[in-house]
């Protein structure tokens, strides 16, 4: 499992993993990656229009990279959304394309229809078919999730029953990095397949066509998944609120120099973290203003 707050780009990050599957590319830690097809059953992005260009945008070989959203309803005849319980139809579809080396299930929140998610025993269950079918098909099966909004160790945050961290022999979390606002981090939660090792970061670009995709840095990463949670404190969250607020007033439709905008905030107190924090949530708009000029930003 890969878990993160919304809006971290996880399904950019799964392209990347596709696209590394789809031509045989090592991983970033120049581990071996068997080359293989991919199934993605994805329910927030729409294939056409996101999900390919940035399926190519990672170098993906696209004829190997395939889509379910729906399987066949024997009891009411025709076609019907896809749901954890629906094992058989990955069954089938690898019968029909034995190279699929890697499943994607793009929120695993998304098709849990019938299933109370927090529920142990009824996620356990849903479960452990698909389990099963991975261990038979020799497949990788990755779900992605939300973090809950507690307080707790980052093994306690996935969203949903505890049973999904306890189901998935290993479990990162994706989270932002104070380095830099496109920097992201890939930490491990759990691993039940090899040894401890640290994270991994990687920072999102985009290309001329600005279609995101992941570049791996070789450095690794030496904060734990708890450390970069715990950061993220009710205290920090406080002052990221009061510095958004103060935004809120200084910054304008028609739009204030981004310069003058950081030496106020230092002026109010406002850390360089603090303001991008603020910047990012709020949504602030920033245009460079010339050439030759610096950046404006605005609500």
């Not at 040894?195 to 991994?200: E, K, S, V």
């Not at 840095?217 to 404190?233: F, W, Y």
Request: hydrophobic share 40%; net charge negative.
């Amino acid at each position: 499992m890969i878990v993160g707050d919304p809006g971290l780009s996880k399904s950019t990050l799964t392209a990347c993993m596709a696209a590394h599957v789809s031509c045989g590319r090592h991983w970033p830690d120049q581990s071996s990656c068997p080359e293989g097809e991919v199934l993605l059953v994805n329910a927030e992005d729409d294939p056409a229009d996101t999900t390919r260009p940035r399926l190519d945008a990672a170098g993906a070989v696209l004829e190997r990279i395939h889509f379910l959203d729906a399987v066949s309803d024997s009891e009411r005849g025709g076609l019907r959304s896809f749901n954890i319980g629906d094992v058989d139809a990955i069954d089938e579809f690898i019968d029909r394309h034995p190279e699929v080396r890697l499943v994607v299930i793009d929120p695993i929140s998304a098709y849990l229809a019938g299933v109370d998610s927090h529920k142990n025993a009824d996620v356990r269950g849903m479960l452990a078919p698909m389990a099963a079918l991975a261990a038979k098909r020799r497949v990788a099966v990755l779900g992605v999730s939300h973090l809950n909004k507690g307080q707790s160790a980052a093994i306690y945050r996935s969203s949903g029953s505890l049973a999904f961290v306890a189901a998935a022999r290993a479990v990162y979390l994706l989270a932002k990095s104070d380095d830099a606002p496109e920097a992201r981090v890939l930490l491990p939660i759990k691993n039940n397949l090899g040894p401890d090792t640290n994270g991994i970061g990687y920072s999102l670009r985009t290309t001329d066509a600005k279609i995101p995709y992941v570049e791996w840095s070789s450095e690794p990463v030496r904060q734990t998944a708890d450390e970069i949670l715990k950061s993220s404190s009710d205290e920090q969250r406080t002052a990221t609120q009061d510095c958004m607020d103060w935004l809120g007033v200084v910054l304008t439709n028609e739009g204030v120099k981004a310069s003058d905008v950081m030496k106020a905030a230092e002026e109010h107190g406002f850390t360089p973290k603090t303001l991008r924090r603020a910047r990012e949530r709020l949504g602030v708009r920033t245009d460079k203003a010339g050439v030759r000029e610096g950046w404006i930003w605005s609500i």
